[in-house]
Structure formats: C-alpha cells, structure tokens
C-alpha cells in the first residue's frame, strides 16, 4: 500500500524557517517524481513544485522559487520541502505528492500537515 | 502559465442526477489534464488522467473526455459520497502545473 506521511509542520513565527518532510513507503521511492502541493485554509490547491528521482531536475512554481527548496533522500524514502522567510500568506495545509508515471499528475497524495505562520 | 478557468464554483444537484464540470484552458494542453476529488477533511484523491483514464478504484460512474483548450468531468448517478470539492490540473506545459480553481459539490 502507498502511503506518504507528511511532519514538521506546526506553528512558526514570519520571517523564520520550517523543513516539512515527507515518508514514503509501499512502493519503490527512487523509481517516481515526487512533488509538493498546498492549499490556504478554505481555497483551492497551489502547485508548489516537483523533484525527479535523481534530485538532478527540481522545477518550481514562479513565485516560490527564491523561498523553498525541495529535496529527497533516496536511502531514507523521504521528500523534503524547506520554506523560508515565511509570512502568513505560506499558512496552509501542506501535501506530498507521487507523480504519476505516465504524466505528471499526482497519483498518490499524503495526509497533509498544516502551517501556520503568525506571531 | 497556463489559465485553468474551472466551471461552475459551485454546484447544488439530487441523488441520481448527472452532474458535469468543465475545465477550460487558456492554450490547448493536449489533454495533460487530471482530474481530483477532495472531500470535506481529506486530502484529495486522483480520479482520471490524461483526461479521459480512470484511475485505479475509482468508480465507472465518474469519467472524463475533451480535447484541445475544454475539458469535462461526468458524474453519472450521483451518489451520496460524491459530496467533494472537484479540481482539475493540466500537466502539459510546466512548471507550473495549474489547478483550476475548484468545484464545490453539494447534495440538493
């Protein structure tokens, strides 16, 4: 069974730094695209970006470039995503995605992990 | 980056109805285009693909079919569990890959 489990989420200050990561398991992790999606409490989904199996091509929404960084360990199945200089337009629920192999649709999301960005 | 104009926001329709979502994009996408489903609480749920695939374990009763800039989602007899918000993603030209802004579906 595929399973992909989001933490490190929780509440943080704006201006600071928050790593999501993102545990997979059920299938075999450094055979798929793997990517990140969010969506602000009561809208709709963001597309945050995508990372390949080699971590060798990393591709990025526009206007979240300079702010986060995806990046996996294929040894521990693990995705992560690094936000900085957050401000309270990043507080969201935050989920891991599979891409699908056939195109790059997400096949398999995670249960998501909420952050929230206020003083 | 591509449009995706998804219609209507929202949506009101009675047990066993056939009810339709559309999804158009600002450039023909080549029917790169997925389809969700994300119900109240949850995390949303792959339902077709390259517009017209059902995905696995989805029920036959949900399809989709369009080419070129328009899109649709079908749902044949509608069901209770079928209470969801609908998002389309096209997937043809990124990064980014859009989403289209969501369909909220209620029972009437």
Redesign the interface.
Known sequence: EVKLVESGGGLVQPGRSLKLSCAASGFSFNDYWMGW?RQAPGK????I??INQDSSTI????SLKDKFTISRDNAQNTLYLQMSKLGSEDTAIY?CARV?L???????????VMVTVSS | DIQMTQSPASLSASLGETVTIECRASEDIYSNLAWYQQKPGNSPQLLIYDANSLADGVPSRFSGSGSGTQYSLKINSLQSEDVASYFCQQYNNYPPNTFGAGTKLELK
């Open positions: 999606v709709g989904l963001e597309w970006g995508e591709n990025y929404t526009p989920y699908g056939g195109g790059h649709y997400f096949d398999y999301w995670g249960q998501g």
